[in-house]
T-cell receptor
């Protein structure tokens, strides 16, 4: 099993809907978790971080962490076409300061 | 949020020449910086971890003599691609980690390298 796994997509949702992006991880990465957004041809941009079980909300974004089931998710409410991008899930390795990235999920929000 | 700059944003060079890419943390001191490479439609690939004042740690399969990394100050790291070849053409992105317990990384805008 890869340390951090994501469905590559594309995930297609209509404008205004909730987009749900999921990520699972292995025992080797179980510390801090991050969601990055990457537009085509651009570098990743940090949009959310989560460190403890439960939900964390920031505007239209909600990150959810379930350590017992080893998954972390990102919900985007009221999805907009400008949210169309690749979303990268990242987790800190147990030992060290590196982040391990998933392959990313491509989100398409259709007007 | 923390700001990381990268220069140049794109560069075209001839095969056999060397190219230097700079990465700067503009509003924080970064004890650790990271260099990634990304090919089209692929995920990020970590090349090396760079700590200020010490030698970089390279990932398996990354040639340290070809990709020279210098982290001379708490705000500047450089990546030099030596004797570049067309297969080195890629999107090179640096990131920096601010001090603190959370290990988040902030990315620079990236450098698109084309070797002809």
């Amino acid at each position: 099993q890869k340390e951090v796994e994501q469905n590559s997509g594309p995930l297609s949702v209509p404008e205004g809907a909730i987009a749900s992006l999921n990520c699972t991880y292995s025992d080797r990465v179980s510390q801090s978790f991050f969601w990055y957004r990457q537009y085509s041809g651009k570098s990743p941009e940090l949009i959310m971080s989560i460190y403890s079980n439960g939900d964390k909300e920031d505007g239209r974004f909600t990150a959810q962490l379930n350590k017992a089931s080893q998954y972390v998710s990102l919900l985007i409410r009221d999805s907009q076409p400008s949210d169309s991008a690749t979303y990268l899930c990242a987790a800190r390795e147990n030992a060290g300061n590196m982040l391990t990235f998933g392959g990313g999920t491509r989100l398409m929000v259709k007007p | 949020g923390a700001v990381v700059s990268q220069h140049p944003s794109w560069v075209i060079c001839k095969s056999g020449t060397s190219v230097k890419i700079e990465c700067r943390s503009l509003d924080f001191q970064a004890t650790t910086m990271f260099w990634y490479r990304q090919f089209p439609k692929q995920s990020l690939m970590l090349m090396a971890t760079s700590n200020e004042g010490s030698k970089a740690t390279y990932e398996q399969g990354v040639e340290k003599d070809k990709f020279l990394i210098n982290h001379a100050s708490l705000t500047l790291s450089t990546l030099t691609v030596t004797s570049a070849h067309p297969e080195d053409s890629s999107f090179y992105i640096c990131s920096a980690r601010p001090p603190g317990p959370f290990y988040e990384q902030y990315f620079g805008p990236g450098t698109r390298l084309t070797v002809t």
